[in-house]
Nanobody, 117 residues
Framework: QVQLVESGGGLVQAGGSLRLSCAASGSISSLRAMGWYRQAPGKQRDLVASITTKGVTAYVDSVKGRFTISRGNAVNTVYLQMNSLKPEDTAVYYC???????????WGQGTQVTVSS
């Protein structure tokens, strides 16, 4: 089992910045990637950004150039720096962790990000 603890959500004006943090604990010896998804009201949950344990990153097109995913000194910690926030970034943001063995995925409880216009 893997436990994920997220922090850093909140309310910010358009053009502002927020930094989300996520720490994984438990059976994390076979982590392969961590990432962030988001879900706006009435919409599906979509991938925002991901980073593998080798440091390979991926982003959805809508956040490229504005968001940066990174890891802490330990591979079990991941951050999402969100700059130039837009009202359409408003959503609940979920941290995820994926393992090689067993091949499975875990989700955090979610943190609300609200961007006012």
């Amino acid at each position: 089992q893997v436990q994920l603890v997220e922090s850093g959500g909140g309310l910010v004006q358009a053009g502002g910045s927020l930094r989300l943090s996520c720490a994984a604990s438990g059976s994390i010896s076979s982590l392969r990637a961590m990432g962030w998804y988001r879900q706006a009201p009435g919409k599906q949950r979509d991938l925002v950004a991901s980073i593998t344990t080798k440091g390979v990153t991926a982003y959805v097109d809508s956040v490229k150039g504005r968001f940066t995913i990174s890891r802490g000194n330990a591979v079990n910690t991941v951050y999402l720096q969100m700059n130039s926030l837009k009202p359409e970034d408003t959503a609940v943001y979920y941290c995820t962790a994926s393992r090689w063995s067993p091949y499975d995925d875990y989700w955090g409880q979610g943190t609300q990000v609200t961007v006012s216009s």
